[in-house]
DNA sequence: CTCCAGGTTCTCG
DNA sequence: CGAGAACCTGGA
């Protein structure tokens, strides 16, 4: 959009990427408050940090290039805004929601983070990824994801001393299948394909494998059903999330991952505090 | 103390 | 196949 790359990194209008409702509506989990009101936010092995500069929001980083896909600025938001404003119940959420991009994250680090995120919350969840970066990182600074390689070569053990609880054995068992070649050719699947496969993984579900494909691969027909999400869409017809999956999937069609976000985020504020 | 968090797996009728 | 229970852990 009307980003550009500069000397320090990326600039674009503030409007366009707002940090906050960006790195808190839960679908990453490594970004950090710094002490001076920046943010750093951690992908892979690469990290980058945002504030605001008047109108303007900054991603400064070495890796501009990266950064620009990691945020999604091929994507015109106004233009999916605009869409979406065609169904009223979106109405407040949309208004409350600009500057909200869904990111293009690893899908190596994804696929970790979410497996992690069931039944779990974001503060934990965060802790636990920290220590497991941790586990093979420096000294110093912010330690890059680990590779399937290192990840694989922890135990059950291993995965329940950092603090994974009952979710230990499915990285224990799903980590090593997750190969670069695994993970592109879901790339290439159809929505539903590529979510029937993800769901053949211990630890997958259909929430889980819908993060994971619109988290990492920005397959925006994926409408992840959590519990923030069914809490606001139940009624006496759509009474369970697989009926609320349904209903809003086939309503916002292509659109849907990012209606999903800005829902999530609306009621994340509302209700979450 | 109980309840819940960006759910999934296991068990049982 | 569908419904219910069980599940690590830490904060409210």
Partial sequence: MNERITERGIVCPREELNIERTLKCGQLFRFFNNADGTYSVASGNKTCKLYYDGDNTVIETDEPEYFARY????????????????????????????????????????????????????????????RICARFGGESGIAP????????????????????????????????????????????????FAKKELCKLMGIGPKVAECILLFAYKKTA?????????????????????????????????????AQQYVFYYNQQRIGG
């Avoid at 979710?167 to 695994?182: F, H, I, K, M």
């Avoid at 409408?223 to 869409?233: E, M, R, S």
């Fill in 222 to 258: 994926s409408y992840p059903v959590d519990t923030w999400i069914f809490k606001a869409g139940k009624t006496a017809e759509l009474d369970t999330p697989e009926k609320v999956h349904e209903y809003y999937s086939r309503r916002y069609g292509e659109n849907a991952g990012y």
């Fill in 145 to 192: 994801f680990p590779s399937r390689e290192e990840l694989s070569t922890l135990s059950v053990e291993d995965f329940s001393a950092l603090g994974c609880g009952f979710r230990d054995r499915y990285l224990y068992n799903t980590v090593p299948l997750l190969t670069r070649e695994y993970l592109d050719a879901i790339e290439n699947m159809p929505q539903e």
């Fill in 71 to 130: 945020f999604d600025f091929e994507t015109d938001y106004s233009r999916i805004m605009a869409e979406l404003s065609e169904f009223g119940e979106l109405r407040e959420a949309l208004a409350c929601g600009g500057g909200l991009r869904i990111l293009r994250q690893q899908p190596f680090e994804a696929t970790v983070s979410f497996i992690i995120s069931a039944n779990n919350n974001i503060k934990r969840i965060q802790g636990i990824i920290e």
